[in-house]
């Protein structure tokens, strides 16, 4: 793939997301000026473990580490797609990240909900209940016992929900472990470009197995729109990915 091509892909794989990022942003204006079905539409606020709720609370700390890696792989070379990739999954996936805590916020839901299984709203259907029930801990940052960028200990890894596993030390289906956070971050030059590429491949598989799950499931139009332009883009992303290396004389991992 030329220079050309590539950036071509790499604008056309962010499309979709700016597109639904700003009906998004449109979308919680609207819900939050109107309030829980003023206009008489039907609409309510998602329940504490609602799958819209849940999606939200996952797809946040996900999306962290996508930032993160992409923050370590922009100090690891100086190869201009790469760098240009990673800065857009960064910006991207940060914004889509405080829409989402936005959106808890604004539903008056927390952040983080201490016994709930990640991913276990993939299994559920929208419950009953206050939706400011306890159990909660304050912030993102207050995550107990998960080591950096929502990884876990080598024991605590655990099985996926929605036919998709989690690795063995990993929160959730895609993300990376904490060792091979540290491989990315003690690498240079091609392999680090390399692992980047193949981290984010993986990344972006479990992301758009969550995203398509919240755009069955979610009840929110906004947020269910939002999911669906992660789909898409994600997916654009994945074949951009494989290109870059092929280039690089690599693959995909299994």
């Known amino acids: 793939m030329t220079r050309t091509s590539t950036n071509r892909a790499y604008w056309a794989a962010g499309a979709a997301v700016v597109a639904a990022a700003l009906f998004a942003v449109g979308a919680t204006f609207a819900t939050a000026d109107g309030g829980d079905d003023a206009g008489g ?15 939200a609370r996952d797809m946040a700390v996900h999306h962290q580490q996508a930032v993160e890696m992409s923050f370590i792989v922009r100090d690891r070379t100086q190869d201009e797609p790469v760098r240009g990739l990673a800065y857009d999954i960064a910006n991207t996936q940060a914004n889509q990240r405080g829409m989402l805590l936005g959106w808890l916020d604004l539903w008056g839901l927390p952040k983080v909900v201490a016994d709930e299984p990640p991913m276990s709203w993939m299994e559920s259907t929208e419950s009953g209940g206050s939706a400011g029930s306890s159990g909660s801990m304050d912030s993102m940052g207050s995550m107990g016992s998960m080591g950096p960028m929502g990884s876990m200990g080598p024991s605590e890894g655990h099985a996926g929900h ?37 981290l984010m491949t993986d990344h972006h598989k479990g992301g758009v197995a969550m995203a398509q799950g919240c755009a069955k499931q979610c009840r929110t139009p906004a947020e269910r729109a939002l999911a ?26 299994e």
């Open 41 to 55: 539409s039907g609409a309510r606020t998602p329940a504490l473990h609602s799958p819209d709720a849940g999606f």
């Open 162 to 198: 929605g036919g998709h596993a989690t690795k063995p030390g990993a929160l959730m289906p895609g993300m990376a472990t904490k060792e091979e956070l540290d491989r990315l971050g003690g690498s240079s030059g091609r392999d680090a470009e390399v692992l980047y590429l193949q």
């Open 228 to 253: 669906q332009g992660m789909v898409e883009a994600q997916q654009s992303e994945l074949k951009l990915m494989a290109d870059m290396l092929r280039q690089r004389g690599a693959a995909p991992r």
